[in-house]
């Protein structure tokens, strides 16, 4: 008998290139399609269901909560974390918006149109970021993600 595959849904929080945020969930992400669609998690409209291009936006962090933790200071360098369980290429992003971030990716590239960075904090509530790479002001990798 064959078995049927499991509905998966990702928390997802979605910074819009206009500084617009949306949280909640979503079961049909990919990279390698344009738009997806988020149900919201928002007081304000939970339960709709929006499509999302991604064209529109900053970054998708799939996270381990929606509401996170405020009280928790997440590392930001390689530098305050034990490195030896770091896989990937080191990479350090930076956003128009003054915001970096620092983390490990196993697919990027300048030609793609965005790649996943896992947060070089292990207790982040981010546990990867697909980041949209046509949003980035400046891009380090290697030993220059460390500075």
């Known amino acids: 008998m064959d078995e049927v595959p499991e509905f998966v849904r990702n928390r997802i929080v979605l910074h819009f290139k206009d500084n ?3 949280k909640g969930y979503t079961h049909d992400f990919t990279p390698l399609r344009d738009k997806f669609h988020l149900i919201s998690e928002e007081d304000s409209d939970k339960g709709n269901v929006y499509e999302v291009n991604c064209s529109d936006l900053k970054a998708v962090f799939f996270v381990k909560s929606l509401k996170g933790n405020k009280d ?3 590392k930001k360098r390689f530098s305050d ?3 030896v ?3 990937g290429l080191k ?6 918006d003054g915001e970096v ?3 490990t990716s196993f697919g990027y590239s300048r030609a793609r149109k965005g790649f996943f960075v ?3 904090d292990p207790g982040s509530n981010n546990e990867r970021i697909y980041v949209v790479t046509n949003r980035l002001r400046d891009v380090r990798v290697g ?4 500075k």
């Open 101 to 103: 971030i620092r983390g």
């Open 91 to 96: 990479v350090r992003i930076e956003f128009p």
């Open 20 to 22: 617009r945020m949306l």
């Open 118 to 120: 896992i947060p070089v």
């Open 72 to 74: 928790y200071i997440e």
């Open 143 to 146: 030993a220059e993600a460390e």
């Open 81 to 83: 974390v034990d490195a």
């Open 85 to 87: 369980g770091l896989r």
